[in-house]
């Protein structure tokens, strides 16, 4: 059995009942094919698997969502193209995936700002949402990416923040969130977050009040020390 088919195999052997059915409760029912496997059996099985470029690339391929998610866990970052990011994107059919290959793989490579622009600017709604899920992504794990590099892409969250489509607007409110939670970039987070609130425009308000209700409680508990 050569390791694509061994792979499926053993993911549709972790499908446990119920999975799923409920995997529709979160969105993810658009997805071609669900098997039913936890997220953190999947996990498991990637540690196990290891990085493995050309069976990430045919896991993708199969169109499974549990193999994509697999796919995000084995590819190496350092073998992903522009070409192939914009291929796994443009197959994003639910949020799930959209986020898993942006927080566990897109931002470990070096295209990762270059994709936060050009996906941000898509029309698409989870091509858009990559863009900013990228940008929260790299906000939270690129710690040697300095602040006023990504304080850059303020603005192209203010623009996104009239797209009332539920997993676009979402996306632009985790962006900003991130970006708030580094000290360096804290109060211009807010500056805007309080702005967006203060609109009358019924998206840019929610995600200016979601943002604001959490780079709030975040303050008190750095100060807390908690």
């Given amino acids: 059995m050569d390791r694509i088919a061994q792979a499926i195999d053993e993911l549709e052997r972790l499908a446990r009942p119920g999975v799923a059915e409920g995997m529709a409760r979160y969105g993810i029912a658009t997805a071609d094919r669900v098997v039913g496997v936890r997220i953190g059996d999947i996990r498991a099985l990637a540690k196990r698997m290891g990085r493995d470029q050309p069976l990430a690339e045919a896991l993708w391929g199969a169109g499974i969502y549990e193999a994509r998610l697999l796919a995000c ?16 994107t443009g197959d994003f059919d639910n949020w799930a995936t959209c986020d898993t290959a942006c927080f ?12 936060v622009r050009e996906w941000a600017q898509r029309e698409e709604e989870f091509v858009r ?98």
Avoid: C, Q
């Avoid at 992903?80 to 796994?88: G, K, V």
């Fill in 73 to 88: 866990f084995v590819a190496d970052p350092k073998a992903m193209t522009p070409e192939l990011m914009d291929r796994w």
């Fill in 129 to 226: 949402r990559a863009g900013y899920v990228l940008l929260a992504s790299l906000a939270i794990h690129a710690k040697k990416l300095g602040d006023r590099e990504l304080a850059a892409f303020l603005p192209l969250i203010d623009e996104a923040a009239d797209d009332a489509r539920n997993f676009v607007k979402k996306g632009v409110s985790w962006a900003l969130r991130a970006l708030g939670h580094r000290r360096g970039l804290h109060e211009e987070a807010v500056a805007l977050a309080e702005i967006l609130a203060a609109s009358r425009e019924p998206t840019r308000r929610w995600i200016g009040k979601d943002a604001l209700r959490d780079l709030r409680r975040s303050l008190v508990a750095r100060k807390l020390g908690l």
């Fill in 104 to 115: 566990h793989l897109f931002d470990k490579t070096p295209y990762a700002l270059a994709k």
